[in-house]
């Protein structure tokens, strides 16, 4: 029997958009996700983000019996991390993938930005607050993230499912428009954690892993020394920016499958 993995999305990009790394997991895991946080009106964007672990933490009571795998991106990475604090006894272990811990003065510094309205400019928030939401058809979607650098890179097959299942159709001719409502990406970036590293002090009650992007600026941010001391020898490189899972999903399916074995090790 396979295994299950239930994956939490990064903000802005629904769970359907990383069917292909799906795909090159499912020989070995179930793969199980809520499809777009923040969009529930039970589960609503607040600082420290408490509905949206809620969310998660209903989806896992709603579908297992038994402790599974929490794997997510970013946004997710966290969510899963803090769903693991909350319910360590549902959760085998959680890999963050480029969800680097906040803690000490950079945490503070955030709260007080974010006290003072200040966390927009050095955060995604200011882009997604500009975002484009509509396009002519599927083609102008394609073409219109194409020609931008950061989805340049990534894998056609993923740029392609986020084309398609990352817009929906609005019912005026071929015109499609975002899945993911703008509004609710800003307020995420709006409402980062910042207690995540006091909570972390003494140590996670179920196993934790980490891969980083070299180039992501997320990482260059926040820093590694929380996530460091927190994940310890579960930690792994991978060539690539914050968004790598889209650039490539195939090394990535190879660093979860090891990780996670390394956990499981671990664990016995």
Same mark, same amino acid.
């Given at each position: 029997m396979r295994e299950i993995i239930h994956f939490s999305h990064a903000n802005g990009f629904p769970v359907s958009t990383y069917r292909k790394l799906f795909g090159l997991l499912e020989d070995d895991f179930e793969l199980r996700a809520v499809e777009r946080y923040g969009h529930h009106p039970d589960y609503p964007v607040t600082r420290e $983000?408490?509905?949206?672990?809620?969310?998660?933490?209903?989806?896992?009571?709603?579908?297992?019996?038994e402790p599974v795998w929490l794997v997510g991106h970013s946004l997710g990475g966290f969510l899963s991390?803090?769903?693991?604090?909350?319910?360590?006894?549902?959760?085998?272990?959680?890999?963050?993938?480029?969800?680097?811990?906040?803690?000490? $003065?950079?945490?503070?510094?955030?709260?007080?930005?974010?006290?003072?309205?200040?966390?927009?400019?050095?955060?995604?928030?200011?882009?997604?607050?500009r975002r484009r939401t509509h396009w002519?058809?599927?083609?102008?979607? $394609?073409?219109?993230?194409?020609?931008?650098?950061?989805?340049?890179? $990534?894998?056609?097959?993923?740029?392609?499912?986020?084309v398609e299942h990352g817009t929906e159709a609005t019912g005026k001719?071929?015109?499609?428009?975002?899945?993911?409502?703008?509004?609710?990406?800003?307020?995420?970036?709006?409402?980062?954690?910042?207690?995540?590293?006091?909570?972390?002090?003494?140590?996670?009650?179920?196993?934790?892993?980490?891969?980083?992007?070299?180039?992501?600026?997320?990482?260059?941010?926040?820093?590694?020394?929380?996530?460091?001391?927190?994940?310890?020898e579960h930690l792994r490189f991978i060539e690539g920016g914050h968004l790598y899972p889209m650039e490539q999903p195939g090394q990535t399916a190879v660093l979860v499958r090891e990780l996670i074995g390394a956990m499981r090790a671990a664990g016995h």
């Open positions: $983000w408490p509905h949206l672990v809620e969310q998660l933490l209903a989806s896992i009571d709603e579908r297992y019996r991390l803090m769903a693991a604090l909350r319910r360590p006894a549902r959760v085998r272990g959680v890999l963050m993938l480029d969800s680097p811990v906040i803690a000490g $003065w950079r945490a503070s510094l955030l709260k007080a930005a974010q006290a003072l309205g200040l966390d927009e400019r050095p955060s995604p928030a200011a882009a997604a607050k002519p058809d599927a083609e102008s979607v $394609w073409q219109h993230f194409k020609s931008k650098p950061n989805f340049a890179v $990534w894998d056609e097959e993923v740029l392609r499912d986020y001719a071929q015109e499609r428009r975002l899945r993911f409502e703008r509004q609710v990406e800003y307020d995420i970036y709006r409402t980062l954690p910042t207690s995540l590293g006091r909570q972390l002090a003494g140590g996670a009650p179920v196993p934790v892993a980490f891969i980083a992007g070299t180039r992501s600026r997320e990482v260059r941010q926040c820093g590694m020394g929380a996530t460091r001391r927190l994940v310890g």
